[in-house]
């Protein structure tokens, strides 16, 4: 996928996620939610353990209830600080439900979309993303959580001749931004 297809696919999914938040007539004021994820992709990668930084952005909107709908991009380099970043993006669905009394938020979260990853001898390797993730934030105000986050992914579409694993494990923490 080109850099310009997948801005298209990035701009598209940024007005459908504006189109979400907007409330129809008569109805209760959805809350939003900016994400700033960094953290590590871990993955096997020529037989050894591959830890790539990469740092995400996620923007989602409440869609019934406890059920969000969002859109991201991301970033995935070889080393810090960021070095020849690649880059990526998708949709997400997400169920994340408040505790009460607590300020706890768990998450659960599908989402899918497109990754560029680096792979061995400076080659890197575009592929569908699907991933699942588990997360708890710490509400510290109304408007404020700090995040933890676990995945699992699964790449499809690489190249037989692609020496990175099929499946990978991800691990970030940031801050998650609310408002209505």
């Known amino acids: 996928m080109s850099s310009l297809s997948l801005t298209r696919l990035a701009c598209s999914a940024l007005v459908a996620a504006a189109v979400l938040a907007s409330p129809t007539t008569g109805e209760a004021q959805r809350r939003a939610r900016l994400d700033a994820q960094v953290g590590a992709h871990i993955a096997e990668a020529a037989g050894e353990r591959a830890v790539r930084p990469v740092t995400r952005l996620h923007l989602s909107v409440e869609a019934a209830g406890p059920l969000e709908v969002g859109v991201y991009v991301q970033a995935v380099a070889r080393d810090l600080p960021l070095r020849s970043p690649l880059f990526g993006g998708g949709i997400s669905f ?7 009394v607590t300020r706890l938020r768990p998450l ?3 989402s899918a979309g ?3 990853l680096p792979g061995d001898q400076m080659r ?3 592929t569908l993303d699907l991933a699942v993730t588990a997360g708890l934030a710490v509400e ?3 408007v404020v ?4 986050r676990a995945g699992h992914h699964w790449l499809l579409g690489l190249p037989d001749a692609a020496t ?3 499946r990978h494990w991800s691990a ?4 998650s931004f609310t408002w209505e």
Do not use: F, K, M, W
């Open 164 to 166: 990175l694993h099929h």
């Open 124 to 126: 890197s390797y575009g």
């Open 145 to 148: 959580a700090l995040e933890v």
């Open 94 to 100: 997400a169920v994340r439900p408040e505790i009460p």
């Open 114 to 116: 497109y990754a560029a």
């Open 108 to 110: 659960i979260q599908a």
């Open 140 to 142: 510290l105000t109304d």
């Open 172 to 175: 970030s923490g940031g801050l």
